[in-house]
């Protein structure tokens, strides 16, 4: 059930990230730049799959090697086996905070030229994929907070491990899948479809954030205030 739960929460997390106003613009710039360098539908379908794998596999990858190097140290894992529970609830709240948008931070980006922007996606299929995973790796404050703030901690905290970064890949992956399936099939009121998901992300992110601060609070609570 545990595993489950954390399965589960990795993978709102990746559909919450991707859903964020400043992923969401993005990965639907890249796929729509990537189907008007393409004709056939068939292969903006593909190359929409392989920049989805791209962003997957970074995640997967990235968060992989934090969680493994942390584990590998003896030192590190007997620290995090014991302070890493009473870290959580105040990880959790900060993150809440970040979703509320009650805190910000700038954070440094990556960036790509126009140029090796336009040789990736006329390289087909694998330049789609690198492009995924350059851009999964520009973090945004919102991106960043879930990642490093809140699916790490669970991650080292669960049986589940290294597997949630990748279920998270996936949560991030999967509506820009659909909005590659709906430019390979024609469709072209993205912008009103955008419209719809950026308003219903405002409350996701909001409902998500309020949820982090309250359970949050009661880690806070257990942990290190000792009051239940």
């Known amino acids: 059930m545990e595993i489950l739960i954390g399965i589960g929460t990795a993978l709102w997390l990746g559909i919450l990230t ?11 710039a890249a796929v729509s730049f990537l189907s008007k360098k393409i004709t056939h539908p068939a292969m903006v379908f593909i190359c929409g799959l392989a920049y989805t794998l791209g962003r997957m596999f970074a995640y997967a990858v990235l968060g992989w090697i934090i969680i493994s190097s942390l584990l590998s140290v003896p ?10 529970v009473k870290a959580l609830g105040p990880l959790l709240i900060v993150t809440g905070l970040f979703l509320l948008e009650l805190i910000s931070i700038r ?25 995924g995973l350059v851009f999964a790796l520009a973090f945004c404050p919102v991106s960043a907070a879930l990642f490093f703030g809140s ?15 990748l279920i998270y890949g996936i949560g991030t992956g999967i509506p820009v899948f659909m909005f590659a399936i709906a430019i390979a099939l024609g469709m072209t009121s993205l912008s009103h ?7 219903l992300e405002y409350y ?25």
């Open 18 to 28: 991707s859903i964020s106003p400043c992923p969401l613009a993005t990965n639907i």
């Open 75 to 84: 030192q590190a894992a007997q620290f995090l086996q014991k302070y890493l």
């Open 107 to 131: 954070l440094p980006g990556i960036s790509l030229s126009e140029k090796h922007h336009n040789k990736l996606v006329e390289s087909g299929a694998p330049g789609a994929f690198v492009l």
């Open 151 to 165: 699916l790490i901690p669970l991650a080292l905290n669960s049986k589940a491990g290294a597997l949630l970064p």
């Open 193 to 199: 479809w955008f419209r719809k998901i950026t308003r």
């Open 204 to 228: 996701t992110r909001r409902i998500t954030g309020a949820i982090f601060i309250l359970v949050g609070l009661y880690y806070t609570g257990i942990y290190i205030l000792r009051l239940f």
